[in-house]
């Protein structure tokens, strides 16, 4: 196997992606700002949309690095700056969710004082359910999201130049630390934006819903992102595809997972039949909405699941490429469902649906926009780390 | 087994990892097709050096998979709604959320299970378990720690000499020759391995048996098996008299039972019981059920006297006699409770509502034989008006 050494050579990304990245985030804040003109609650449920779908793609790609250092893998060294490109959106949450800080009145229910003091159920969840403890809950994650984050990266990014071991080291006891938190803050930050959107809903589930749809849109982001660079020689020359492979076979076992989540919650609500609980899906089902939570099904589950069965496709840049863009499109009805029925209520159609779009999309432009200036800044393989040499020899 | 001069093939032993996958490398780029890899435990790129396709067994396990998806919604449609529906929880009968457990333990089973039968019929060749290269030395050493490669007599491209020449020029070691068996496969009913086998399940299955059953056996709850209560005919230790079954207690009353106040009298008593019953569609069908069964066998299914035991015995008087239409209930009730010459008591036949219900229907009986032509007038009179 001791042939040649093939060296990573750093490589500038076409400026053309960044006018791609500027082009989505334009074209998504001006179609969202006439979405706000038009009807601005619906709007601001849009809003929450493009934040959460920034936000699960930029913390599935954090957790990533976080499990990479935990269960010390080889085999995803060479790629790990990708999702480390993606997890910068991270120190960026505060400043994106500023506006939601204005929404909050029309986003969710338990914010207005008047309603709260006529209501026993939310009387009773005012302690944890009110705007001081909300913004505390919500800052704190954010920065210890953050602090973990820029913790990480330093470290990588200095062993590119010291390749100093002991930063590894530091890496995986920092990781160790944060998968237990990232698990509590993750459902906090499901039941605090998602959840409460229904206060007088709840679902034990829930956040372990939202997580396996977050590590879902993670993997597929950094699995679009390790193909097309890999495709157009911008990563290690002898990265293969059994790398891919693996990628492959996370993002299958991750479809799998969020089925049986989302499965095992409606099952036992369907099952018990309570009407404190059944609403909750009523609403999503009825009108318009079962047509949307079948098509959730079929898109989000059996299509993905067919789609990467067989063991070539795992390997095959082209399936993986294709199933990535659709598990991504999937997580955004995911988080469309999840979030929008909580505004449209009775109303049911899919007027100027369009408006709705147009966050998501700008979040697309921010991913696509913060990639390209790390991409430009730092290389795009981890050069330092000592585990790169067995992590480029991964064989399946 | 006896080996014979045939030759199967050739191997070669290698050292590390790394060699041997060159080996695989060079072997398969040099256009043999029977040849194969023998390694202490899984090494990682050997697929791609050998050039292997993807196994088919992948197929197996879809197809079973699937079946069992099918077998399983077929089982549970089935029996849940066509054979023996059932209101659970008032869901429909075809819940398919409820269905969806089953049926993926179900796919689980039918494709691992599949999967295993499948590789040990298609691929390893069962029941034939034996394989020239076993009890040979290469494969006591691939076993342990090193690794070896094999190429086939049977490849078209074989030829004993550039085989040797190739293992050589890759750097194997103890390049050797192995021979067919004399017969390939029959040990698998050979009388010897069958009675190992049969020896080894009844020693495995007693010997199991007697150490959880006897000397291991612990009773952890055994309070069901031995109960502090007396059983019929049991000794007794407590008891002075030794018996187990003990006489009730003077002046106790078995649950349930009613006793009769003249119980002791032959003649009818001057002021007998009521009927407690009330007149309904219920109480004579209770006493037409028990008159038919205990009563008609000698007075007549009308209660004539006129039954098929006639001049068999002392003929039972006709229950429509001047006497017994005078009689009150309760007359009729003691002839029943008591018994009346040859007639025998009946109050260990029948409850006490069962005779009364009976006197009931024999009071019936006797309107209906003895009704007045104006009685039966009104009576249809009253029906027909109640059915129009």
């Known amino acids: 196997m001791a042939t040649k050494e093939m060296s990573y050579v750093k490589k500038e990304l076409p400026g053309k992606i960044l006018n791609i990245g500027i082009a989505l985030l334009a074209i998504g804040l001006i179609v969202g700002a006439f979405g706000l003109l038009l009807d601005p609650t619906r709007a601001k449920f849009s809003y929450l949309l493009g934040f959460f779908y920034l936000l699960t793609i930029g913390m599935g790609s954090l957790f990533l690095i976080s499990l990479e250092y935990v269960v010390n893998a080889d085999w995803s060294t060479p790629i790990r700056r990708i999702p480390e490109f993606f997890a910068a959106t991270v120190p960026l949450f505060i400043v994106v969710a500023i506006p939601l800080f204005f929404f909050i009145h029309d986003l969710y229910h338990w914010s207005h004082t008047d309603a709260v003091s006529s209501d026993a159920l939310l009387k009773l969840k005012e302690p944890y359910l009110n705007i001081t403890f909300f913004v505390i809950r919500v800052v704190a994650t954010f920065v210890i999201w953050a602090l973990y984050y820029f913790f990480i990266v330093r470290n990588s990014r200095k062993q590119d130049e010291t390749r100093d071991q002991k930063l590894t080291k530091r890496n995986i006891v920092a990781s160790a630390i944060f998968i237990p938190v990232f698990a509590i803050t993750i459902t906090f930050s499901a039941i605090d934006w998602m959840m409460s959107l229904e206060p007088h809903w709840f679902s034990t589930i829930y956040g372990v819903y939202v997580f396996s749809g977050t590590m879902l849109a993670g993997l597929a982001a950094t699995t679009l992102a390790v193909v097309l660079l890999k495709d157009n020689g911008y990563l290690h020359p002898k990265m293969t595809n059994d790398h891919l492979s693996s990628l492959g076979g996370l993002l299958f076992g991750f479809v799998n997972f969020w089925a049986y989540i989302a499965f095992s919650q409606f099952l036992l609500i369907w099952y018990a039949n309570l009407p404190e609980e059944t609403f909750w899906f009523i609403d999503r089902w009825e009108g318009m909405w079962g047509a949307i939570t079948l098509t959730l099904i079929v898109v989000h589950f059996l299509v993905p699941y067919a789609l990467l069965l067989p063991a070539p496709a795992k390997k095959d840049p082209k399936r993986l490429k294709f199933a990535a863009v659709w598990i991504l499109v999937a997580h955004l009805l995911d988080l469309y469902w999840l979030i929008m029925p909580q505004y449209h209520g009775e109303k049911s159609g899919l007027h100027y649906i369009l408006t709705e779009f147009g966050f998501p999309i700008a979040a697309i432009g921010v991913l696509i926009i913060v990639f390209y200036f790390n991409f430009k800044k730092h290389n795009a393989v981890p050069v330092g780390d000592p585990k790169l040499d067995r992590g480029l020899n991964f064989r399946l | 087994m006896e080996r014979n001069t045939k030759l199967h093939g050739l191997v070669a032993l290698f050292d590390t990892p790394d060699q041997i996958i060159h080996a695989a490398e060079k072997v398969s780029h040099s256009g043999y097709k029977d040849f194969d890899i023998h390694t202490p435990y899984p090494v990682h790129g050997m697929d791609d050096a050998m050039k292997l396709k993807p196994s088919k067994l992948g197929y197996v396990t879809l197809v079973f998979g699937l079946s069992g998806a099918a077998f399983a919604l077929l089982l549970m449609w089935w029996t849940m709604v066509v054979d023996y529906p059932m209101n659970i929880g008032g869901k ?72 040797r020449a190739l293992f050589e020029s890759l750097g194997g070691k103890q390049i050797s020759e192995i021979m067919e068996f004399e017969k390939t496969w029959q040990d698998a009913f050979n009388p010897k391995f069958i009675g190992i086998l049969v020896t080894t399940v009844i020693l495995v299955s007693g010997g199991t048996y007697f150490t959880l059953n006897k000397l291991l056996y612990i009773t952890p709850f055994n309070w069901m098996e031995h109960q502090f209560r007396g059983v019929p005919q049991e000794k007794s230790d407590f008891f002075a008299d030794s018996r187990m079954m003990r006489e009730p207690v003077a002046g106790s009353v078995a649950r349930g039972h009613m006793p009769y106040e003249f119980k002791d009298s032959v003649a009818q008593p001057a002021d007998p019981l009521e009927n407690p019953l009330v007149n309904s569609a219920e109480v004579f069908r209770l006493g037409q059920k028990k008159y038919l069964t205990f009563c008609s066998p000698c007075h007549g299914n009308y209660g004539d006297g006129d039954s098929r035991l006639n001049q068999q015995f002392p003929n039972p008087p006709s229950l429509h006699t001047a006497k017994l239409r005078e009689w009150k209930d309760g007359n009729i009730y003691h002839v029943i409770t008591n018994g009346q010459n040859v007639m025998p008591s009946y109050s260990h036949q029948m409850t006490v509502k069962e005779r009364w219900a009976v006197v009931s229907y024999i009071r019936a009986l006797q309107k209906a034989k003895n009704a007045s032509e104006t009685e039966i007038e009104q009576f249809r009179k009253e029906n027909t008006s109640n059915g129009n």
């Open chain 2, 92 to 163: 429909p009968f075809f819940s398919l959320p409820a269905f969806i457990p089953v049926t993926f333990e179900l796919t689980v089973l039918f494709a691992t299970l599949a999967t295993v039968i499948g590789m040990i019929t298609f691929f390893f060749r069962f029941p034939d378990n034996k394989h020239p290269l076993h009890d040979t030395p290469y494969m006591q050493q691939v076993s342990r720690d090193k690794y070896g490669v094999f190429i086939g007599a049977s490849d078209p491209k074989f030829n004993a000499k550039e085989v």
